[in-house]
Nanobody
Framework: QVQLVESGGGLVQTGGSLRLSCAAS????????MGWFRQAPGEEREFVAS????????DYAASVKERFTISRDNAKNTVYLQMNSLKPEDTAVYYC????????????????WGRGTQVTVSS
């Protein structure tokens, strides 16, 4: 089992920045990839970014590319999401996910999830 705990959410004005963190514990050596997803009220959970744990290969949703950066610190078992130039439409609960076998844009393919952290961008 892998446990994930997100932190770093909050309230920020349009154009501002936030950095989310996701600390992994448990069977972290089994992690193949980690991802960030978000879910706004009344919406489906959507892919934001992912990173392959060993080689650092990254993938981004078109809506966040050039604004968000995903990175990881293997020594700390932590993945980060640096969010710049935030927009009101980025408002959502952000979830961290991990999987032992796949890097995917599909939420259903991730085995482990954190509880989420709220990001609110005011206009």
């Amino acid at each position: 089992q892998v446990q994930l705990v997100e932190s770093g959410g909050g309230l920020v004005q349009t154009g501002g920045s936030l950095r989310l963190s996701c600390a992994a514990s448990g069977r972290t050596l089994s992690i193949y990839a980690m991802g960030w997803f978000r879910q706004a009220p009344g919406e489906e959970r959507e892919f934001v970014a992912s990173i392959r744990w060993s080689f650092g290969r990254t993938d981004y949703a078109a809506s966040v590319k050039e604004r968000f950066t995903i990175s990881r610190d293997n020594a700390k078992n932590t993945v980060y999401l640096q969010m710049n130039s935030l927009k009101p439409e980025d408002t959502a609960v952000y979830y961290c996910a991990a999987d032992p076998s796949i890097q995917s844009r599909r939420a259903s393919q991730y085995d482990y999830w954190g509880r989420g952290t709220q990001v609110t961008v005011s206009s």
